[in-house]
């Protein structure tokens, strides 16, 4: 009986879950597309970083989202080469821990100082999100004996697999950096002593100190939306993208603190005098 050279498993690979799928091209199949799916969800961290992520004050978070992007590579393809119980368990351990990262800056706990709201950046946020619940679910699935983790994969289709996945991640990966080091934005000379700018995931100036009666201008040069929000209600904006601006005037003196109601680590205040 001739048997596959693509589909050998070595019998010395003995882990929960893999016997019964170890010869079984659907198995190897599932467990390739949750490597591609690690793959994947690493590569939208490194397009977030080169998008704005590494300009955060906090350098840890941009090298979080890196170092993501990294080891999302590194571990989705030893799961789709090798059906090793220790690879996917790593790349198991990687995508829950960035779920639940997710979940986190969200839920009102600083990731590094920075913290999201709902569904942002839009798309990122839920691709990568679908992408690392199905990456998990495909994992999972690897672990149950009716299933299994397939056989590894020899070089042939190995290449076959990983050579236009690996081209493609490297030049998206340049495109990013290019791009992103073309079109950083210098720093924005504010228009006068009432404007406050958006830039690289804070308001500058953060304190802002006016007159009553003086219209405070804040305008977004951000690659994200961002918005601003009174803490106690008394204003607040729609997201603003990139190059659009918002206005309040303060006719009452005061001290106003802001936040960003997307990003709320962002904060801000304006000391209104009489």
């Known amino acids: ?52 992520y590494r300009f955060i004050s906090n350098p840890n978070l941009g090298r979080s989202f890196l170092l993501n992007g990294v080891g999302s590579l590194t571990l989705g393809v030893a799961v789709v080469l090798r059906r090793d ?49 199905a990456g998990l679910m495909l994992l999972v699935a690897t672990l149950l004996p009716r299933i299994g983790a397939g056989a590894n994969l020899q070089p042939r289709p190995g290449a076959v697999v990983m050579v236009p996945t690996l081209a493609l991640w490297a030049v998206l990966v340049a495109l ?46 951000d690659p994200f939306s961002h918005s601003v ?9 729609e997201p603003l993208t990139t190059g659009a601006s918002f206005a309040f005037t303060f006719a009452t003196p ?3 603190p802001f936040i960003c109601g997307i990003h709320p680590s962002m904060a801000g205040a304006v000391v209104v005098t009489p």
């Open 1 to 52: 009986m001739h048997t596959s050279p693509d589909l050998i498993a070595h019998p010395a690979d003995t882990d929960f879950g893999a016997q019964a799928g170890q010869h079984h091209p659907p198995a190897t199949l599932l467990r390739c597309v949750a490597g591609l799916a690690v793959i994947a969800g690493g590569l939208v961290h490194i397009q977030l970083y080169f998008a704005g």
């Open 85 to 133: 119980l220790i690879c996917r368990a790593a790349a198991f351990g990687l995508v829950a821990s960035t779920l639940a990262a997710f979940t986190a800056s969200r839920s009102g706990r600083a990731i590094f100082g920075f913290s999201e709201h709902g569904l942002t950046p839009s798309p990122q946020a839920i691709i990568t999100l679908l992408i690392e619940i």
């Open 176 to 221: 990013w950096a290019n791009g992103s080091s073309s079109a950083t934005p210098a720093a924005v000379t504010p228009l006068g002593p009432s404007a406050v700018t958006i830039e690289s995931f804070a308001f500058g100036p953060n304190a802002l100190s006016v007159p009553t009666g003086t219209t405070v201008t804040w305008t977004n040069v």
């Open 229 to 237: 929000v009174a803490r106690n209600g008394d204003f607040g904006s």
């Open 254 to 256: 005061g001290t106003y």
